[in-house]
């Protein structure tokens, strides 16, 4: 059973970077059929796809993030990685790590539980 | 980039009663790349709906999805008392993948 699990510090400081780790069990991130992406969730607000990556190393971004985001993929881990900078009390939200296929079944199908990350000082 | 707006903002609804909830896109989705998803307090989405009509893992067959091109639709057929939550469509034809703003079911 495929399990997504987010990990990094809750609150992050003004200006600081913001790093998540999603760890997935269950299955391995270097299937060939996935992709594993990221989402946010400011409080009480709606989703906002942030990106995503393949096991190849490709990364696919949000064009009004991709100037301070990274996401990058361990296969040895099993685990990917986001690392936002210079953040701000914008980006405070819940993050989720997820899975899709591309094609006709690309919604995203497993999600971690979210992580909530605090911008402030 | 293409924007989701979804319609009504909220719904209040008595269980056993039907849902209609609609998506409508600022041009047309490829292929019908159009999934719906339910979200309750406290927890992540799930998806429900993919490929604008086929149903996603274990989701019961009072669910379901139409439309094509800009217009899309959710029904749920006769509402259980677990299905009061929040949904939200999403897109994935082009990058980026959006989100409609969402659509609150609540009860009556």
């Known amino acids: 059973h495929l399990q997504l699990q987010e990990s990094g510090p809750g609150l992050v400081k003004p200006s600081e970077t913001l790093s998540l780790t999603c760890t997935v069990s269950?299955?391995?991130?270097?299937?060939?059929?996935?992709?594993w992406g990221w989402i946010r969730q400011p409080p009480g607000k709606g989703l906002e796809w942030i990106g995503s990556?393949?096991?190849?190393?490709?990364?696919y971004y949000n064009p009004s993030l991709k100037s301070r985001l990274t996401i990058s993929v361990d296969t040895s881990k099993n685990q990917f990685s986001l690392k936002l900078t210079s953040v701000t009390a914008a980006d405070t939200a819940v993050y989720y790590c997820?899975?899709?296929?591309?094609?006709?079944?690309?919604?995203?199908?497993?999600w971690g539980q979210g992580t909530l990350a605090t911008v402030s000082s | 980039e293409i924007v989701l707006t979804q319609s009504p903002g909220t719904v209040s609804l008595s269980p056993g009663e039907r849902a209609t909830l609609s998506c409508r896109a600022s041009?047309?989705?490829?292929?019908?790349?159009l999934a719906w998803y339910q979200q309750k307090p406290g927890q992540a989405p799930r998806l429900l709906i993919y490929?604008?009509?086929s149903r996603a893992t274990d989701i019961p067959d009072r669910f379901s999805g139409s439309g094509s091109g800009t217009d899309f639709t959710l029904t749920i057929s006769r509402l259980e008392p677990e299905d009061f939550a929040v949904y939200y469509c999403?897109?994935?034809?082009?990058?980026?993948?959006?989100f409609g703003q969402g659509t609150k079911v609540e009860i009556k």
């Open positions: 269950g299955d391995s991130i270097s299937s060939s059929t996935y992709h």
């Open positions: 997820t899975r899709y296929e591309l094609g006709i079944r690309g919604g995203f199908d497993y």
């Open positions: 999403q897109q994935y034809g082009i990058s980026p993948r959006t």
């Open positions: 490929g604008a009509s």
């Open positions: 990556i393949f096991y190849s190393g490709s990364a």
């Open positions: 041009q047309s989705v490829s292929s019908s790349f």
